[in-house]
């Protein structure tokens, strides 16, 4: 089956269903995890809808996930409409699958990690105002929202993972490579990947050095692209 070009869906913020076959499409989630679009690269929860019912009589679909997360709400939604998708679905992390990415990335059948990816798992977190009243309501959301991804989390565990140590985990912002999760995951590991471009924006406290280094490389890359199409625009206007 033809693969999509994963360069080229990163660079035009990427997100697509794409029908291979009669019985086979694939669905390409490549950057921030949103409510409402932003940005090219935001992925919201009515576009997922729009584009699966395109693919609604496929019998086989192939998930690829390259994301550093976002909106907890958006995310559920999107794990939901995906796990209830009648196919058959295999879920591939290219790059990262961090924070709610983490649980869209277990909406399959099966999941595979290439040794050199990762999947990121912390507690939830939010921006919040208000007095007393309201800042523990929002703590209690939270809460519940941390217990819901658990479940979901322990619906893969290998036989013999203790709950309370993954849930310390989790509290810690964990990092795992494909290698590290399957330790704890009933997933596949494959072969690392040669370098992908990792999506989204990673403020995370503990972020892998090789990662926001890469990162990095990445933003000079694109200030150097971007600074070369205003000269290539003044240049045109100068004639």
Not at 28 to 39: L, P, R, V
Request: aromatic share 10%; net charge negative; proline share 2%.
């Amino acid at each position: 089956m033809k693969r999509i070009d994963l360069k080229k869906n990163f660079d035009s913020g990427y997100f697509q269903i794409k029908n291979e076959s009669k019985d086979t499409a694939e669905l390409t989630i490549f950057g921030t995890i949103a409510d409402e679009k932003w940005w090219e690269e935001d992925v919201v929860p009515k576009d997922v809808k729009a584009l699966l019912d395109e693919a609604k009589d496929v019998k086989n679909l192939n998930i690829y996930i390259n994301s550093g997360g976002g909106s907890v709400f958006a995310g559920m939604a999107i794990y939901n409409m995906l796990k209830r998708f009648s196919a058959k679905k295999t879920v591939y992390v290219e790059g990262l699958a961090a924070s709610i990415a983490s649980i869209i990335a277990f909406c399959g059948d099966s999941l595979v990690i290439p040794k050199n990816a990762y999947l990121m798992v912390h507690k939830a977190w939010t921006i919040a105002a208000g007095n007393a009243d309201e800042m523990l309501k929002t703590a209690e959301t939270l809460e519940t929202i941390d217990a819901g991804m658990l479940e979901v989390y322990k619906a893969h565990f290998r036989p013999g993972v203790q709950e309370d140590v993954f849930k310390a985990m989790v509290e810690a912002e964990t990092w795992m490579t494909g290698e590290m999760a399957a330790e704890y995951f009933n997933i596949e590991t494959s072969e690392p990947l040669t370098a992908v471009a990792y999506a989204g924006t990673l403020d995370y406290r503990n972020t892998p050095a090789s990662i926001r280094e890469r990162m990095q490389n990445q933003d000079e890359k694109e200030q150097t692209k971007r600074a070369l199409a205003r000269l290539e625009l003044e240049l045109e206007s100068s004639f």
